[in-house]
């Protein structure tokens, strides 16, 4: 018994440890995981490339322009979609003022705090313009070191691709290379299959939503459907955010209780047919990790590395399934991570 409570207590500390050393190498370790899960997605590609008798170095820059092509045209629609919106930002900015005005009223007949007062409040937490500025320019210095450092990591580890398999592949048992290799290829597969998958998702997104608001009548119908569709890449949470964030800016400018409403049942329709129909068709069998731990990635990920960790929650957690499911005695922790197997005889415990 003592036994069990050392070890326990070891793995517990391990985990800690391991989560902290996470958390504090984040600036290193989340350009270099990206990098790495990108360069699944084009590993294919790169290598029809090169079965075609096409240099590895100029197939994998193709592979990297083709990425930096696809980002070039997400940012350049919705650059055009936000100079549509800004064509009404005066009037966004009156309708704003205006209800900022009926809830400082509100908060003065129910509270007792006067207008003066809150807006002393208010100023009195607001940052400085020159911390402002120097918060943006820290932040654009940051985004645009990482994204370059992300690009350099997707290029060398598609160059170098062939190299890393085989060095993981010596590093285990030589009975088991065999099955090494095979859980390599899948653990490759399956963060090809979530990013495909995620791509079509966002695309059928875009469009169930663009018809739905456009339908309602929605003013910047495209631009908040362009953003909630983009928001997927945040599981669960992002669709919600981006449903939230036109429930808001449609109040603002003065939108009805019908067309409210209609928003809303449009989030609904939309989360069903992705829940029931897109998901198991696009994401296919090798993506299934149960709900629990889903949200449990997404929190941890979170918690470890903000949004990226978000993003590539469940990716990562697919292939720790995966890992899980070829070695014997974590198999079941993989079983724990993934669906319930209902096909299976109901003999177990229930």
């Given amino acids: ?33 990206i990098g790495g899960v990108m360069a699944t997605l084009f590993l294919p590609f790169c290598k029809w490339l090169e079965a075609k008798a096409i240099p590895r170095f100029v197939a994998v820059l193709l592979c990297v322009l083709i990425l930096l092509s696809g980002i070039a045209a997400i940012f ?21 003022i205006h209800t900022l005005e009926n809830v400082q009223l509100f908060i003065f007949d129910k509270l007792g705090v006067s207008v ?10 607001q940052p400085s313009v020159s911390h402002v500025m120097q918060l943006i320019g820290g932040s654009v210095a940051f985004v645009i070191t990482n ?17 890393l398999l085989e060095f993981v592949v010596r590093l285990s048992d030589p009975l088991k290379r065999d099955e090494v290799k095979v859980m390599l290829s899948r653990v490759t597969k399956v963060s090809q299959q979530y990013l495909l998958g995620l791509s079509k998702m966002i695309a059928c997104l875009w469009i169930m939503y663009g018809i739905g608001f456009s339908v309602l009548g929605v003013k910047n119908a495209l631009f908040f459907a362009f953003l909630c569709g983009l928001l997927e890449i945040v599981p669960f949470i992002g669709n919600i955010t981006g449903t939230l964030l036109t429930l808001l800016m449609a109040a603002v400018q003065g ?13 609904g329709v939309v ?3 992705q829940g029931w129909v897109l998901e198991p068709l696009i994401l296919g069998p090798q993506v299934k990790i149960n709900p629990l731990f889903t949200i449990l990635a997404l929190v ?19 292939m720790i399934k995966i890992m899980c499911d070829h070695i014997e005695v974590l198999k079941p922790f993989g079983f724990l991570i993934g669906e319930l197997e209902t096909n299976k005889s109901s003999n177990g415990p229930t």
């Fill in 300 to 318: 941890l990920g979170q918690l470890v590395w903000g949004i990226a960790g978000m993003f590539l929650a469940i990716p990562i957690i697919a």
């Fill in 1 to 33: 018994m003592k036994f069990t409570l050392l070890s326990s207590i070891k793995k517990l500390l391990f985990l800690f440890l391991l989560f902290t050393g996470l958390f504090y190498a984040k600036e290193f370790l989340i350009p270099l995981t």
């Fill in 271 to 273: 989360q069903f047919i």
């Fill in 255 to 267: 939108a009805s209780t019908p067309l409210l409403l209609g928003i809303a049942g449009t989030y």
């Fill in 147 to 163: 994204f370059i450092l992300t690009l350099a990591y997707v290029f060398l580890f598609l160059y170098y691709h062939s190299h």
């Fill in 76 to 96: 350049a629609l919705l650059g055009w979609q936000i100079s549509e919106l800004s064509n009404d930002l005066n009037l966004i900015k009156e309708k704003a």
């Fill in 116 to 125: 003066i007062k809150q807006s002393q409040i208010i100023k009195s937490e």
